[in-house]
Protein backbone atom coordinates (compact mmCIF):
# COMPACT_ATOMS: atom_id res chain seq x y z
CA UNK A 1 0.00 0.00 0.00
CA UNK A 2 1.37 2.97 -1.19
CA UNK A 3 1.10 6.07 1.64
CA UNK A 4 0.27 9.48 0.74
CA UNK A 5 1.00 11.09 4.01
CA UNK A 6 2.43 10.03 7.05
CA UNK A 7 4.39 11.18 10.28
CA UNK A 8 7.72 9.53 11.95
CA UNK A 9 6.24 10.20 15.25
CA UNK A 10 2.75 8.51 14.78
CA UNK A 11 3.58 5.55 12.43
CA UNK A 12 6.02 2.61 13.67
CA UNK A 13 6.71 1.12 10.53
CA UNK A 14 8.04 4.00 9.03
CA UNK A 15 9.89 5.20 11.93
CA UNK A 16 11.45 1.59 12.16
CA UNK A 17 12.66 1.58 8.13
CA UNK A 18 13.93 5.24 8.93
CA UNK A 19 16.52 3.87 11.69
CA UNK A 20 17.11 1.00 9.77
CA UNK A 21 18.55 3.17 6.89
CA UNK A 22 20.09 5.30 9.10
CA UNK A 23 21.88 2.92 11.32
CA UNK A 24 22.88 1.12 7.62
CA UNK A 25 24.40 4.76 6.01
CA UNK A 26 26.30 5.24 9.41
CA UNK A 27 27.79 1.87 8.86
CA UNK A 28 28.18 1.76 5.43
CA UNK A 29 30.15 5.34 5.83
CA UNK A 30 32.32 4.09 8.52
CA UNK A 31 33.37 0.60 6.66
CA UNK A 32 34.18 2.47 3.06
CA UNK A 33 35.70 5.62 5.13
CA UNK A 34 38.08 3.05 6.24
CA UNK A 35 39.02 1.49 3.10
CA UNK A 36 39.31 5.05 1.18
CA UNK A 37 41.66 6.18 3.73
CA UNK A 38 43.73 3.02 3.33
CA UNK A 39 43.84 3.21 -0.13
CA UNK A 40 44.30 6.95 -0.10
CA UNK A 41 47.28 6.00 2.35
CA UNK A 42 48.83 3.69 0.14
CA UNK A 43 48.14 5.82 -2.74
CA UNK A 44 49.91 8.28 -0.64
CA UNK A 45 53.01 6.03 0.20
CA UNK A 46 53.47 4.61 -3.82
CA UNK A 47 52.13 7.29 -6.14
CA UNK A 48 53.47 10.36 -6.88
CA UNK A 49 50.68 11.23 -8.86
CA UNK A 50 48.50 10.67 -6.17
CA UNK A 51 50.72 12.90 -3.72
CA UNK A 52 50.18 15.73 -6.52
CA UNK A 53 46.40 16.08 -5.94
CA UNK A 54 45.51 19.02 -3.65
CA UNK A 55 44.13 18.54 -0.41
CA UNK A 56 40.50 19.30 -1.40
CA UNK A 57 40.63 16.76 -4.29
CA UNK A 58 41.89 14.10 -1.59
CA UNK A 59 39.12 14.97 0.69
CA UNK A 60 36.83 15.20 -2.37
CA UNK A 61 38.16 11.07 -2.91
CA UNK A 62 37.71 10.48 0.31
CA UNK A 63 34.43 12.24 1.13
CA UNK A 64 32.95 9.93 -2.67
CA UNK A 65 33.71 6.72 -1.02
CA UNK A 66 32.07 7.23 2.23
CA UNK A 67 29.30 8.34 0.70
CA UNK A 68 29.17 5.86 -1.96
CA UNK A 69 29.65 3.30 1.08
CA UNK A 70 26.65 4.86 3.34
CA UNK A 71 24.09 5.02 -0.07
CA UNK A 72 25.01 1.35 -0.56
CA UNK A 73 24.86 0.01 3.04
CA UNK A 74 21.29 1.89 3.68
CA UNK A 75 19.76 0.79 0.73
CA UNK A 76 21.05 -2.98 1.97
CA UNK A 77 19.77 -2.73 5.11
CA UNK A 78 16.62 -1.32 4.20
CA UNK A 79 16.24 -4.10 1.72
CA UNK A 80 16.73 -6.74 4.20
CA UNK A 81 14.58 -4.73 6.79
CA UNK A 82 11.14 -4.84 3.83
CA UNK A 83 11.79 -8.54 3.56
CA UNK A 84 11.58 -8.81 7.42
CA UNK A 85 8.34 -7.01 7.42
CA UNK A 86 6.90 -8.63 4.55
CA UNK A 87 7.82 -12.33 7.00
CA UNK A 88 5.69 -10.87 9.54
CA UNK A 89 2.99 -10.14 7.94
CA UNK A 90 2.84 -13.66 6.43
CA UNK A 91 3.49 -15.23 9.83
CA UNK A 92 0.39 -12.86 11.25
CA UNK A 93 -1.22 -13.67 8.15
CA UNK A 94 -0.92 -17.54 8.75
CA UNK A 95 -1.63 -17.25 12.28
CA UNK A 96 -5.00 -15.60 11.90
CA UNK A 97 -5.48 -17.92 9.09
CA UNK A 98 -5.31 -20.82 11.49
CA UNK A 99 -7.05 -19.20 14.44
CA UNK A 100 -10.07 -18.90 12.53
CA UNK A 101 -9.77 -22.72 11.19
CA UNK A 102 -9.33 -23.56 14.87
CA UNK A 103 -12.52 -21.90 16.02
CA UNK A 104 -14.45 -23.45 13.33
CA UNK A 105 -13.17 -26.73 14.21
CA UNK A 106 -14.02 -26.30 17.95
CA UNK A 107 -17.76 -24.70 16.81
CA UNK A 108 -18.10 -27.96 14.52
CA UNK A 109 -16.80 -30.35 17.14
CA UNK A 110 -19.50 -28.88 19.45
CA UNK A 111 -22.14 -28.87 17.17
CA UNK A 112 -21.49 -32.33 16.71
CA UNK A 113 -21.59 -33.47 20.35
CA UNK A 114 -24.65 -31.59 20.93
CA UNK A 115 -26.29 -33.51 17.66
CA UNK A 116 -24.90 -37.04 18.87
CA UNK A 117 -24.55 -36.97 22.59
CA UNK A 118 -23.02 -40.66 23.84
Known amino acids: MVRKHASL ?3 EELNAASWAAARGAVV ?11 AGGLGYAFSPLYRSFTIPFKAFLQMSGMTAGSMIEADRR ?7 VRRQRVVAR ?12 VDKAADQRIQNPK
Not at 28 to 38: E, L, N, Q, R
Not at 78 to 84: D, F
Not at 94 to 105: H, I, T
Open 9 to 11: ERD
Open 28 to 38: GAAKWGIFSAV
Open 94 to 105: DAEVWKQYELDF
Open 78 to 84: LRAHEVI
